[in-house]
């Protein structure tokens, strides 16, 4: 069964920091691309990272420079790194993997930017 566990979100204030972490289980994860997507209320989900199972990563417009995706395979999990946070990054950011012609999701971590 494969799972994607994501955890490290919270409320902040803004121009605070967040870390998330996603740890995949029934997957042979150093295969996999891995993401981070978000998705805010009445808006389409939108990708905020992605890193390929190579280390080659890319990021939304919006980014901006503000976050760092990450992999560790041995220990099976993505981060993101989430600095100079703004309101607007409030979403629920979901971890996706996707590779062998398969993808999966997480269920979500909440990001709230408010003072």
């Known amino acids: 069964q494969v799972q994607l566990v994501e955890s490290g979100g919270g409320l902040v204030q803004p121009g605070g920091s967040l870390r998330l972490s996603c740890v995949a289980s029934?997957?042979?994860?150093?295969?996999?691309?891995m993401a981070w997507y978000r998705q805010a209320p009445g808006l389409q989900r939108e990708l905020v990272a992605g890193?390929?199972?190579?280390?080659?990563?890319n990021y939304g417009d919006f980014v901006e420079g503000r976050f760092t995706i990450s992999r560790d395979n041995a220990k099976k999990t993505v981060y993101l790194q989430m600095n100079s946070l703004k309101p607007e990054d409030t979403a629920v950011y979901y971890c996706?993997?996707?590779?062998?012609?398969?993808?999966?999701w997480g269920t979500g971590t909440q990001v709230t930017v408010s003072s």
């Open positions: 996706n993997a996707r590779g062998l012609g398969l993808a999966y």
């Open positions: 029934g997957i042979t994860f150093s295969v996999y691309a």
């Open positions: 890193i390929t199972r190579g280390g080659t990563t």
